[in-house]
T-cell receptor
């Protein structure tokens, strides 16, 4: 079983809805990530939080709003999404890079999002 | 630009057979390389991690190799099982400026038939 927990597993929303995806880890990791994955494609990085501060935003549209309330939680707030935003959203965590052999990404099971 | 190329894009084999997946990368400086297995609709799970000084590492029926000089890695699966059907993703970490952010390959889709 993964040690990164994502909820909900499935989410269907309309283009005018506001919803949130949640991610939780208790491995003491201080880096957390959101990835977006379309079918038969590799995960694409969206955001990185390091020590609860947003360190990377890969030019993600503002209809996606990340939040890191504490070192164990990561949220992704969704508003006014488009049908093309339908995808599997993966959360991951790791220790911040300390050198070779560290920083392995631990992924959650993902939240399958469908935008109608 | 950091890139990770995987081949083949897809592979179909019979249960019990062996197979080898390839990964070439241009990430520099190199930190480490990981192979992940991703079942359809689920999150990736790490199989092996290779650092600069390691040439071979095994995890059960999975054996990964790394040639840091030619910037190539392979994942060998022995005596394949139906449950090996999945996407196998090569992920390389490193790059200039101390950035950790890993670079993902596009994956190899493996189908094991009975």
């Amino acid at each position: 079983d993964t040690e990164v927990t994502q909820t909900p597993k499935h989410l269907v929303m309309g283009m005018t809805n506001k919803k949130s995806l949640k991610c939780e880890q208790h491995m003491g990791h201080r880096a957390m990530y959101w990835y977006k994955q379309k079918a038969k494609k590799p995960p694409e990085l969206m955001f990185v939080y390091s020590y609860e501060k947003l360190s990377i935003n890969e030019s993600v549209p503002s209809r996606f709003s990340p939040e890191c309330p504490n070192s164990s939680l990561l949220n992704l707030h969704l508003h006014a999404l488009q049908p093309e935003d339908s995808a599997l959203y993966l959360c991951a965590s790791s220790q911040p890079r300390q050198g070779a052999g560290t920083g392995e990404l631990f992924f959650g099971e993902g939240s399958r999002l469908t935008v109608l | 630009k950091n890139q990770v190329e995987q081949s083949p894009q897809s592979l179909i084999i019979l249960e019990g057979k062996n197979c080898t997946l390839q990964c070439n990368y241009t990430v520099s400086p190199f930190s480490n390389l990981r192979w992940y297995k991703q079942d359809t609709g689920r999150g990736p799970v790490s199989l092996t991690i290779m650092t600069f000084s390691e040439n071979t590492k095994s995890n059960g029926r999975y054996t990964a190799t790394l040639d840091a000089d030619t910037k190539q890695s392979s994942l060998h699966i022995t005596a394949s099982q139906l449950s090996d059907s999945a996407s196998y993703i090569c992920v390389v970490s490193g790059g200039s400026g101390g950035s950790y952010i890993p670079t993902f390959g596009r994956g190899t889709s493996l189908i094991v038939h009975p």
